[in-house]
Nanobody
């Protein structure tokens, strides 16, 4: 079992930055894929970024490419999402997830473990 706890969300003005963290505990393996998703009420959970827990190439949604950076891994037991140049449309609950497979993994239903989410609100 893997436990994931997100932190770092909050209220920020458009153009600002936030750094989300996801602390992992339990049976975390280097072969896990890790990802960030986001969701607004009434909409499906949306892929944001993904990486292998052991490091390597990252994959990003087109909407965040060039603004967000995913990092972290097995050594730190923590996953990060650095979000720069934030826009009001980035407002959502952000979730950290882990998949028992080699990634990067972009489909939300391929993930096995989820954190509780952290709210990010970007004001215009």
């Amino acid at each position: 079992q893997v436990q994931l706890v997100e932190s770092g969300g909050g209220l920020v003005q458009a153009g600002g930055s936030l750094r989300l963290s996801c602390a992992a505990s339990g049976r975390t393996f280097s072969t896990y894929a890790m990802g960030w998703f986001r969701q607004v009420p009434g909409k499906e959970r949306e892929f944001v970024a993904a990486i292998n827990w052991s490091g390597g190439s990252a994959v990003y949604a087109d909407s965040v490419k060039g603004r967000f950076t995913i990092s972290g891994g097995n050594a730190q037991k923590t996953l990060y999402l650095q979000m720069n140049s934030l826009k009001p449309e980035d407002t959502a609950v952000y979730y950290c997830a882990a998949a028992r497979r080699i990634g990067p993994v972009t489909r939300w239903d391929d993930y096995n473990y989820w954190g509780q989410g952290t709210q990010v609100t970007v004001s215009s």
